[in-house]
Each structure stands twice: as structure tokens, then as C-alpha cells.
């Protein structure tokens, strides 16, 4: 009997999936956004899926695994972006979507277990005034568990900044996958052992959140004939604190080609903002258009029904360009926090049309500041390689989405602390094994 089979067979109460192609597709995630890591992450499955429904089923998979060492990866919704929660060694496929509790919302706070969709807890936390800070552009279907291990930040980052940011996760259980596990509570900064870990630090089983007070969202598109004159007019109501907004998206002309639904709103040839505004600011914001030499071609209520601007923006703009031009990859970015905008300038100038400028302003430590994930059209790998170079040379941070590597995307050094506790909590390195560059793992196959 093979250790898997032992496993399988110490696990009867609980649900698995064994089909193989119904395994392959629960072994998948959108890095298939990079032509870099389509071939090197072919093929690579799981070799079963278990769907825990409590703590209790995760802790009993936990230490089958660890007896047996099988590896774990953990699964969301699986919308990540770098094959985060791809398998690269089989094992088991840990699918937390039975997990989808709200324990409870109070003001200001939510407790959550790690499947419930992100849309839903906004939807509890509206019930009584409040909403969720920041979510994912894939907010209807994306987890809460796989934004926390897997995400950055998102539609409310102009507001509140990044998932990192000190305040934005409020504490955290993981089970560990020890000969016997533990069930761990980690608070205040502690949380940040687990945040965006990619699931190598202990399997997420609860979740507290705060939420911000629930506004009523008006939905607006602003089209401008220059695009620094979009830029400066994004940069510009970041700026204005008495403004609240939820998305300030800037998009270069061609790219609004891609937003089929959108078309008629954005005349070709023509510069997009998409904005998410609070309404009673809406009478507020034709000055500022003005300022800028912009026209509004679209404002639609909070609650009216009509196109969701949010699902255009952050990496659903590379979606809708995909799905137009196969051939299209996107970039990661953050400029400096510069109100001239110079550094966005010289880069729309000296790409053109090969890196098409698409920006996402956030708050970064007190400051609006231009994100951006540029769309690009991939040539080759070696190429690609440049255009990141040039900008990281020239000083734009890139959180490169071409590799399953933690340490090469966005976090460039594994945090001291995480590993620390990775050594606590996965003595087997049976966690989520090879995506990082400093753990090896033990696994029996
Ligand atoms: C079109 C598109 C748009 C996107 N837009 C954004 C965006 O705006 N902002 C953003 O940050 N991301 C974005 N993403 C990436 C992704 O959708 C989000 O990060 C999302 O929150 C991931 O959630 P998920 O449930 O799909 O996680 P998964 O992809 O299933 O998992 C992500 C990571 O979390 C780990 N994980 C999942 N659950 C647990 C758990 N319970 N315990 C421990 N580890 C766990 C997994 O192992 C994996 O490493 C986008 C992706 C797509 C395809």
C-alpha cells in the first residue's frame, strides 16, 4: 500500500476527489496570464483533492500528511496569478471552499472562515453599514483565505492601501502540519508570518478582517484626448482627501478596445479613467474633470444596474485583453510617489504600444501613488526580461508575475520572520513545497 493510500484510507469521513481530470482542474490557477510559466508549470498536478468542511477535518488531513508525508498545497478559488497554488510536487490538494462560515460581523470587524467568497462577507458587513476594506477585481469569486495568502490588494487600495499594511488583517488561526498539530492564533503584527506566505506557512482555518463604513458607490468613466492629462487628473483626485473613492483606474488609448461592454462610453482614440466615487461626492467631481480637460461619458447611481467598472480594472484589464489577443502579457508596477508623474511619462513614451500604460493609483504609506499592471505584447521571454530591467534601472518596483518563486515576484527576500516560523509549523517542508527558494522539503511518493 502506498503512503497515498494510507492516507486516503485514514481520511474516510471526510471528502475526496480522486477523478483525474476533475483533480487536474482543481490543480490549476490563471498563471496561464504568463507565457513564462505556462510550460514550466505543465503538467503538474496533484494526485488527490480533499475538501475539509472544519477545523477539525483540517486538522485530522494535516497530520495524515505529516505521518505519511504527502505534500499539501491549499486552494481557494484558485484565481491566483503565478501558479501559487499549482502543486509542483502532487500530494494533496487542500480545497478550503466548504469552509465558508461568517462566524460573526460587528462594526468595524469581521471573523471569518478561510472559503467564504469575498462578495459575501461584503454583502453580511452591508447588513449593518460596513463593507470590506479592499477586494480583488475577482471579488465575486475570489476567497478570502486565497486574497490573505495569495493577493495584494486591490478595488479600496486608494483608500487603505495594501493587504500588508499594518491594521488591514487583524488576526489569523493556522493549523500546522506537525506530527500533531496546533491550532495557532496569531494577532496585531504577528499576522504578517502568514500574510501572503502562499499557503507555506500553515493552513488559514479563521480570519478577522476590519471592514470601513459601507458607501454608497457611483460608477463613473472619464475620457481624456491626452493620456498624461488622465494621469495627472487620476493623481489629482487621489489627492483631493475630501473626495472618498474605492478605484482610480487610468488606462492608455488602445487599450479600451478590450472593454467590448464599454465601447460605446470611450471614444476611440481616447484615454479612460474608470473611477468608483462616493455618490453625494458626485457633484463634487465635474470641476476637477474640467480642470483637466476630460469629459464624462458615464455615471451610473450606486445600485443601478449597468456594466461593473471594477471587473475592467486591475488584472481583469489583462483578461479582457486576453481574451481579444492571446499574444498579450501584463507587468506588475509601482512608481515612486511622484505628484509630476514624470517616471508614468517617460515610460508611455519610450514603450509605445509594446507596454501599454495601465495605472492603478493606491495609497502607499500616506501617499497616492501610481501602481500599475501594464498590458505588454510578449515577444519573447528574453525581452520581457529587458522591459523589467529597464524599469526596475530606472527606478519603477516591479513585483514580477512571471515566476512561481515567492522570493522573485513582489517580496524579493523571504521575510526572516515567516521563515521562522515556516521551520515551526511545516518541520516536513511538506507545505506548498518549491516555491520558495530557501526550503527544501521531505516527501515520500
Ligand atoms: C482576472 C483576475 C483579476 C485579479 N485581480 C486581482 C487584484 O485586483 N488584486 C489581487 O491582489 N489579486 C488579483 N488577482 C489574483 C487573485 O484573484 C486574488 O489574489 C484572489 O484573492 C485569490 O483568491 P483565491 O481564493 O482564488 O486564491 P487561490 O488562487 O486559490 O490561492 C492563492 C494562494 O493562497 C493560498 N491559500 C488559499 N487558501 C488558503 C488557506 N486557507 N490557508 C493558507 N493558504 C491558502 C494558496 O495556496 C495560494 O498560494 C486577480 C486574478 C485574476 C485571474
Not at 239 to 247: E, P, Q, V
Not at 294 to 320: M, V
Not at 363 to 380: C, F, H, I, K
Request: aromatic share 8%; charged share 20%.
Amino acid at each position: 500500500m502506498t503512503q497515498l493510500n494510507k492516507l486516503i484510507s485514514s481520511l474516510q469521513s471526510i471528502e475526496i476527489i480522486t477523478d483525474p481530470p476533475q483533480v487536474a482542474k482543481l490543480s490549476q490557477d490563471y498563471h496561464t496570464f504568463s507565457p513564462v510559466l505556462v510550460p514550466k508549470l505543465e503538467g503538474k498536478v496533484g494526485d488527490i483533492v480533499v475538501r475539509p468542511a472544519n477545523q477539525q477535518e483540517v486538522i485530522a488531513v494535516a497530520a495524515a500528511c505529516a505521518k505519511h508525508k504527502i505534500p499539501l498545497t491549499v486552494r481557494g478559488a484558485g484565481t491566483g496569478n503565478y501558479g501559487q497554488c499549482v502543486p509542483l510536487h502532487g500530494g494533496v490538494i487542500l480545497d478550503m471552499t466548504k469552509m465558508h462560515n461568517i462566524h460573526w460581523v460587528k462594526p468595524g470587524v469581521a471573523r471569518v472562515e478561510p472559503g467564504v467568497k469575498l462578495v459575501a462577507i461584503d454583502k453580511k458587513a452591508r447588513d449593518i453599514g460596513w463593507e470590506i476594506r479592499m477586494a480583488p477585481s475577482t471579488y465575486r469569486t475570489a476567497t478570502i483565505g486565497g486574497f490573505i495568502a495569495g493577493g495584494s490588494g486591490g478595488i479600496g487600495s486608494i483608500q487603505y492601501g495594501l493587504l500588508g499594511d499594518r491594521g488591514n488583517l487583524l488576526g489569523l488561526q493556522v493549523v500546522t502540519l506537525e506530527d500533531e498539530p496546533r491550532v495557532i492564533e496569531l494577532r496585531g503584527d504577528d499576522v504578517q508570518k502568514v500574510n501572503h506566505a502562499w499557503g507555506i506557512n500553515g493552513i488559514i482555518t479563521e480570519i478577522e478582517i476590519p471592514l470601513g463604513p459601507a458607501y454608497p458607490w457611483a460608477e463613473v468613466i472619464v475620457t481624456f484626448d491626452d493620456f498624461m492629462a488622465a494621469a495627472k487628473f487620476g493623481q489629482a483626485l487621489g489627492n483631493a482627501d475630501g473626495m472618498m473613492k474605492k478605484l482610480i483606474a487610468v488606462f492608455a488609448s488602445p487599450i479600451s478596445q478590450y472593454f467590448h461592454p464599454l465601447q460605446q462610453y470611450i471614444p476611440e482614440g481616447t484615454h479612460p479613467v474608470l473611477l468608483m466615487l462616493a455618490e453625494p461626492n458626485l457633484e463634487s467631481l465635474p470641476g476637477l474633470v474640467k480642470q483637466y480637460g476630460g469629459k464624462i461619458t458615464y455615471e451610473k447611481p450606486a445600485n443601478d444596474k449597468g456594466a461593473n467598472l471594477g471587473e475592467f480594472t486591475w488584472n481583469h484589464t489583462t483578461l479582457h485583453a486576453r481574451t481579444v489577443d492571446t499574444s498579450i502579457t501584463y507587468l506588475q508596477s509601482m512608481f515612486p510617489a511622484d505628484t509630476s508623474l514624470e517616471l508614468v511619462e517617460h515610460m508611455y513614451h519610450h514603450f509605445g504600444d509594446e507596454v501599454m500604460m495601465h495605472l492603478e493609483f493606491i495609497r502607499v504609506n500616506g501617499r497616492v501613488t501610481p501602481g500599475a499592471l501594464q498590458l505588454v505584447r510578449y515577444s519573447t521571454e528574453e525581452r520581457l526580461n529587458e522591459i523589467i530591467r529597464y524599469h526596475e534601472a530606472k527606478g519603477v518596483f516591479i513585483a514580477n508575475p512571471h515566476t512561481y518563486i515567492i522570493e522573485d515576484g513582489g517580496r524579493k527576500i523571504i521575510d526572516p520572520e515567516q521563515l521562522k516560523f515556516k521551520e515551526m509549523v511545516d518541520p516536513y517542508g511538506l507545505m506548498n513545497p518549491g516555491k520558495s527558494k530557501v526550503l527544501q522539503c521531505q516527501i515520500s511518493h
